[in-house]
């Protein structure tokens, strides 16, 4: 809703002018704003924090505008600088929403205390509840998963089922992996913990290790071009870093693998990237519009279809170029425990000396 806190010059000329001839300022204004376009006041706006590519969130944002007329300032930068950012500035933050792609990092936001609870039908009706904190205080906003990507020409596919197979010295200098500071390796390696146990991981890590070599990647999307030229056989990424690659180059030669669904593997591995409303925002209205939007089957098909994620709203399908959600399993570690599985993550990462 548009408010005004003072008319034009232009209008006040007119209202002296109408009240000399008999018209009332009131029945003019009435008028006047009615025909006058709507002037956009401070309060018409929110500022977001994301932690996700510009590339992958600005037209859904942009889509945001032009429906409701609410502009958006957008700050885009590392989840992790981000959290660290937001909690610095407490109540004087000027974010009124954040949004990343890692729910760890959400719960870890929740936990220090930055978002604020939401009681919202629409967001229990669209999005089921292992999806979102507890408290809702969190909401996920599309799925991902943990893929193996190869390249079609040197890898088969029965040669690969599960993610601890690229730990096989048969790999060595074929596989390309995330770099230690990424998020998504972070959440990984947290699940394959909370399943195996620290000392298969720990084989894994440093069979993994061993097999990349110097291929360590700060971009998923540099591993998948990696793949698809024939540097390396195998990468880990997130599923739509490939089928966004096939999208712009068909006959790439590659294929994935949705990893661990033989009898006692894990499942395949999800997060979601997600969205908070910070607890100190005077547009509490404004943000709340922004989550029905994303949350809504308008919203989540342009996840879809703009960035191949896997949409969390069960009446939504995702692409058909995706292997179908029904098709295969994840794993069961619940999502809002990826915050508090993160710090032994990290130290046995460390300890394992990857790069």
């Known amino acids: 809703m548009h408010t005004f806190s003072r008319c034009s010059p232009r209008a006040t000329a007119i209202a002296s ?61 590392g989840t992790t600088e981000l959290v660290n950012r937001m909690k610095a500035e407490g109540d004087r933050s000027p974010a009124d929403v954040f949004i990343t792609n890692d729910a760890g990092s959400l719960e870890m936001a929740r936990a220090a205390g930055l978002f604020r609870p ?40 029965d040669q690969i089922t599960s993610l601890l197979d690229l730990a096989d010295p048969k790999w060595k200098g074929k596989i390309a992996i995330p770099n230690a500071g990424s998020e998504y390796l972070q959440a990984g390696v947290s699940v394959i913990r909370a399943s195996l146990g620290d000392d298969q991981t720990k084989k894994f890590l440093e069979g993994l290790r061993d097999n990349a070599g110097a291929q360590v990647y700060q971009k998923s999307s540099q ?34 693998v949705m990893p661990d669904q033989q009898e006692g593997g894990i499942g395949a ?62 794993a069961l570690v619940p999502l809002a425990r990826l915050a508090e599985l993160r710090e032994p993550t990290l130290l046995l990462i460390e300890q394992v000396g990857m790069r």
């Open 269 to 330: 591995i999800m997060n979601v990237a997600g969205i908070g409303i910070l607890k100190h925002t005077p547009r509490v209205e404004n943000a709340k519009l922004l989550v029905e939007f994303l949350v809504a089957q308008a919203g989540q098909k342009m996840f879809a279809d703009l960035d191949k994620e896997y949409p969390l709203h069960p009446e939504v399908k995702a692409d058909p170029a995706l292997t179908e959600r029904k098709r295969f399993r994840a």
């Open 118 to 157: 939401l009681n919202m039908r629409e967001v229990e009706r669209a999005i089921p509840p292992q999806f979102r904190a507890s408290d809702n205080s969190w909401i996920g906003l599309s799925g991902r998963f943990w893929i193996i990507v190869y390249n079609t020409t040197m890898v088969k596919p």
């Open 223 to 256: 591993i998948v071009d990696a793949v698809a030229k024939g540097q390396v056989a195998m990468g880990i990424v997130n599923h739509y870093y490939v089928y966004r690659h096939l999208a712009a180059q068909p006959t790439a030669p590659l294929a994935v």
């Open 17 to 77: 002018q109408l009240k000399f001839l008999g018209v009332s300022v009131a029945g003019f204004l009435t008028v006047f704003w009615l025909i006058m376009p709507p002037i956009a006041s401070a309060a018409d706006k929110l500022t977001v924090y994301s932690g996700r590519a510009e590339r992958l969130i600005k037209p859904v944002l942009d889509a945001f505008t032009a429906k409701t007329g609410i502009q958006i300032e957008l700050l885009s930068s």
